[in-house]
């Protein structure tokens, strides 16, 4: 299995996504490992009292020798020190729902073990050894999906992977799955053949300051979000085919007037697709067509410049640090915690509303243009697009509008809204976290959608019976056995693994 290195410096999209499905393994770097000794050794150091002011007393650290959020001005005596990790981790493992999805699960365990390798929050290097080693051997904490403002970082979902590191005199309720089978963190971690740690100083404040299920959940989205963009526009050009579009709306000419990057990308891709069939531009009397067609660059390509968005700020925020307080170990100052609000989820928040709001325009023109493929009067094909005996998919577009509407009842931005927290210390939160589980829904939903255009589309074409494009010719050998099923139902199911497991897309960018 690959190896994906961990420093907090160069974590890619690409890598988290690897890791998060099984495909790579993550390690921490040399670099790192000594990084993280010299700001841990700091914070011993701090917890012992070591670290002095000129009045002779030690000096304050939040969250070491310090109590937590509106508790911050109340210093902990030093014989309590050694439980304050483990009750910080316990009182916020607060989550409720069902269960995060094994995927994102394991994305936020590796972005949080990425934030700690860069060195600024005060944690031995065995607390990333230790995620690392989970990740490899197949532990899965269990993770409530509900719960989280995401402003202090996602506390009670990293809360909860905090119970099954630590090891604490209290372990009811920790969870954990491994090899599909449920149990007690203690029972997952020894049959995985992976000792707990006891907590040290720091290190249950910084198993949770972070938005790593928020981030975690981001990248997936983006990752599939630009592969389902481009499925997208293949179903597009197939549509184009099937209700004999007109393809001067995409001429580059036309596009260098107005270039936004995304729309000049989108007529390009288009423009491949379509090369050489017989069906576009085959009707001399059409001068244009509907929006759902003529707009397809303006649309798409507005989607491709908002996952462009997202995927810039993931790509921050995956090799961010994110603790509370931060050691820099190598300035001046005596007290090298600074207190600040790298946690707060705003910046991916932002990018997860945006990029939701762009999976359901993707899904509302794909409806659209499905919607003239099995309405006979817009299209000049069979009713419910039926050949012969069949009984047609054109049913199928119904079940497009309803995932349309689900989608749009999700659009609502989620950063919009805050709800004051911690006795009004946290007195502005993010709810980053909601926006990208919502958007991780919507996108199973559009990706839905898409496949039911595919389906009524190759339908369509089928029944033309003309010579397609580059590209789509080549899309039509990857459908065409998937779309003759017992119900529309079925076939949809089978386009949509198609999508899924990225088959349609690397056979059509082979051809196109």
């Known amino acids: 299995m690959d190896v994906v290195a961990l420093d907090g410096q160069k974590l890619t999209i690409d890598g988290v996504v690897r890791v998060a499905r099984g495909r790579a393994a993550p390690a921490l770097a040399d670099t790192a490992r000594a990084n993280m000794e010299r700001s841990a050794a700091w914070v011993a150091a701090a917890a012992a009292g070591e670290i002095r002011g000129s009045d002779g007393r030690a000096v304050p650290v939040y969250g070491v020798n310090t109590g937590y959020g509106s508790l911050a001005r109340v210093r902990i005596p030093?014989?309590?020190?050694?439980?304050?990790s483990?009750?910080?981790?316990r009182s916020h493992a607060a989550g409720v729902g069902p269960r995060v999805p094994d995927e994102q699960t394991r994305a936020m365990m590796v972005l949080r073990a990425n934030a700690l390798a860069k060195g600024a929050s005060g944690c031995r290097p065995a607390l990333v050894d230790t995620l690392c080693r989970m990740l490899v051997?197949?532990?899965?904490?269990?993770v409530p999906s509900r719960g989280s403002c995401g402003s202090s970082g996602d506390l009670a979902p990293l809360a909860h992977l905090g119970l099954v590191v630590f090891e604490g005199p209290d372990d009811d309720g920790a969870w954990a799955w491994l090899d599909g089978e449920r149990m007690t963190a203690k029972d997952a971690m020894a049959r995985a053949g992976i000792p707990r740690l006891l907590p040290g100083p720091k290190e249950g404040l910084a198993i949770t300051n972070g938005a790593q299920l928020t981030t975690g959940i981001a990248a997936l989205a983006v990752a599939d979000a630009e592969e389902l963009s481009e499925i997208a526009e293949i179903a597009a050009a197939l549509s184009f085919e099937a209700l004999l579009g007109t393809t001067r709306a995409l001429h580059p000419a036309v596009m260098a007037l107005r270039?936004?990057?995304?729309?000049?990308?989108c007529a390009e891709h288009l423009r491949r697709l379509l090369h050489g069939s017989a069906l576009v531009d085959s009707d001399p009397d059409k001068v244009q067509d509907a929006y759902s067609l003529r707009c397809t660059p303006q649309v798409l390509g507005a989607v491709r410049d908002a996952i462009t968005y997202a995927r810039r700020q993931v790509e921050v925020e995956i090799n961010a640090a994110t603790d509370n307080p931060l050691v820099l170990v190598d300035e001046p100052d005596l007290n090298k915690a600074f207190s600040a609000g790298l946690f707060h989820g705003e910046p991916v928040g932002f990018a997860c509303d945006h990029l939701r709001l762009a999976l359901c325009e993707l899904a509302a023109i794909s409806e659209r243009r499905t919607f003239r493929l099995t309405t006979p009067h817009l299209s000049g094909l069979p009713p419910f697009l039926a050949d012969g005996d069949s009984v047609g998919v054109g049913a199928a577009q119904s079940s497009a509008a309803a995932l349309v509407a689900a989608s749009r009842q999700l659009a609502f931005p989620s950063t919009a809204d805050t709800?004051?927290?911690?006795?009004?210390?946290?007195?502005h939160?993010?709810?980053?976290?909601?926006?990208?589980?919502?958007?991780?829904?919507?996108?199973d939903l559009a990706r839905s959608v898409v496949a039911i255009e595919l389906l009524c589309a190759v339908h369509a074409v089928r029944l033309r019976g003309a010579t397609l494009g580059r590209g789509t010719t080549r899309a039509m050998e990857i459908l065409l056995p998937l779309v003759d099923r017992e119900t529309p139902a079925d076939a949809i199911a089978s386009v949509t693994a198609a999508l899924s497991d990225g088959s349609l897309r690397s056979a059509v960018r082979s051809a196109a």
Request: some cysteine; hydrophobic content about 40%.
């Open 78 to 84: 030093e014989d309590q020190l050694a439980e304050l």
């Open 86 to 89: 483990w009750n910080l981790v």
């Open 137 to 142: 051997r197949g532990v899965v904490p269990e």
């Open 259 to 265: 270039p936004y990057p995304g729309a000049v990308a």
């Open 419 to 427: 709800v004051p927290t911690c006795e009004d210390q946290e007195d």
């Open 429 to 443: 939160t993010a709810m980053s976290t909601t926006a990208a589980r919502r958007t991780a829904e919507v996108l």
